[in-house]
């Protein structure tokens, strides 16, 4: 089976996360840029055969990359943590259920607000500097871009689920720069690349003050986005004012408005149309790979309470707290009136997510199918898999795992390098393009990023 030399063999093996941390270790040498059928990829900013020799960031940048590496230092509970939970869910320390008091956050978020909240109250109750996060860019509202936040305000301009590329981590600089500790948060593949990241950059240890992972059933790619904007009558993107993928109530509905739509105009899709009929369709290949769609490796993590009904409900989250940090903020949350949670049981998250729970089980067979093909795969150490095959799979679900693996190895080309074009997006006449940064490195360009919830 091969091995990457470098965060670029990663890209071309299709087993790229998107997460951007090589961008962050090694910003001379990478840059995150937007490929239409596979979502944020490095690239080197001096192309190959230029005559200029790149320098060893990009293989270093292997050492904190999720592509390729992921996994807890032990499979044993430590103490404090729910030892049921443990093999299939990771460490959980408390579980609770609810959302955030403020009804504006509550009403915008995707769930019940609380990854928003929970954030907000640590610029304000625990005085740190910042949240990295993500938000639509205003330039191309469809694609993301990573901001430091630094008041409940602008958190709540960007509140709610972006269904597209992301690459929160290749902004990591901007938590090392701030002037005390900062909030980030991301999706569980980001959340680990982050926290791997931190044990090699004391700077970035020091000022993660917390982290929250956002539950995650795949990124769907930018084809996704502009398949489902032509469902929802957007025939020119560049006329695109907003997209909103969830929100606006639970689950909530997908929207978009155009530059020119007269007042009272309604583009919508259910939930069930955006993410069921299309956006999940276009889910890059190492989402599928993934073991981790709780975020594991976050202090907290949030989800959907899929075993309650939707429809009138104004938002609900589930809530873990996976460290000593996460239960201490989510309990001064709680103090402060900012939080609205009541303490569950652990039955409540497989409950919650049983497609989350069935999809670790099914990366077993895909695994293995990829190995025997001779093909890389992602190094998982204590992420138990195999018992979830086997206990909670069916039979055809099984199948669908293995031989399945087998259709996708032709079907999406896994034996060949992927072809890493940059997406060009078109915008307005006149509009001010804050895409990618300059080549020499970090600029005043706007990173993309993006976080979704689990399905």
């Known amino acids: 089976m091969r091995r990457p030399r470098t965060v670029h063999d990663v890209a071309a093996a299709q087993l790229c996360t998107g997460c951007g941390v090589c961008a962050h270790l090694a910003p001379d040498e990478v840059r995150m840029v937007d490929v239409l059928d596979h979502g944020r990829r490095p690239l080197p900013i001096t192309p190959v055969g230029a005559g200029v020799l790149q320098g060893g960031g990009a293989a270093a940048a292997l050492e904190c990359c999720p592509g390729v590496r992921l996994g807890h230092d032990t499979a044993r509970p430590e103490p404090g943590e729910i030892a049921e939970l443990r093999p299939a869910w990771g460490p959980v320390r408390a579980l609770w259920e609810g959302y955030a008091a403020d009804p504006q956050i509550r009403h915008a978020a995707s769930s019940g607000g609380v990854a928003t909240a929970l954030a907000g109250y640590c610029l304000t109750g625990e005085r740190m500097a910042g949240v990295l996060h993500i938000g639509a860019r205003t330039d191309v509202p469809y694609l993301n871009g990573t901001r430091l936040s630094r008041t409940p305000a602008e958190l709540l301009d960007n509140a709610g689920s972006r269904y597209a590329p992301a690459s929160p981590c290749d902004r990591l600089d901007l938590v090392e720069a701030a002037d005390g500790p900062c909030v980030f948060i991301g999706k569980p593949c980001d959340v680990a690349a982050a926290r791997m990241a931190r044990r090699v950059r004391p700077e970035l240890d020091a000022r993660l003050g917390l982290t929250i992972a956002v539950f995650c059933a795949g990124t769907p790619t930018t084809r996704g986005t502009l398949e489902m904007l032509a469902r929802l009558g957007v025939d020119d993107p560049a006329r695109l004012a907003s997209v909103h993928y969830r929100g606006a109530g639970w689950p909530g509905e997908a929207r978009a408005r155009l530059t020119d739509d007269p007042p009272g105009r309604q583009r919508r899709l259910s939930y069930a149309e955006s993410w069921g009929d299309i956006l999940q369709k276009h889910r890059q290949w190492r989402c599928h790979l993934c073991p981790d769609h709780t975020g594991e490796f976050a202090d907290v993590a949030v989800g959907d309470p899929w075993y309650r009904p939707t429809g009138d409900d104004p938002g609900q989250s589930l809530v873990l707290a996976r460290t000593e940090r996460g239960v201490r903020l989510v309990e001064a949350a709680i103090a402060a009136g900012v939080l609205v949670l009541t303490p569950v049981a ?99 360009g706007q990173m993309t990023t993006g976080s979704p919830l689990s399905k």
């Open 346 to 444: 652990p039955g409540i998250l497989p409950a919650s997510q049983p497609n989350l729970l069935r999809a670790r089980g099914a990366v077993w067979g895909r695994l293995g199918t990829l190995r025997a093909a001779g093909l890389m795969t992602p190094r998982l150490t204590h992420l138990p898999m195999a018992g979830v095959w086997w206990r909670h799979l069916s039979a055809a679900e099984k199948l669908r795992s293995t031989l399945g693996t087998l259709r996708r190895i032709g079907r999406r080309r896994l034996r060949q390098p992927a072809a890493l074009v940059p997406y060009e997006p078109s915008v307005p006449p006149g509009a001010a393009v804050t895409a990618e940064p300059p080549a020499t490195g970090r600029g005043a």
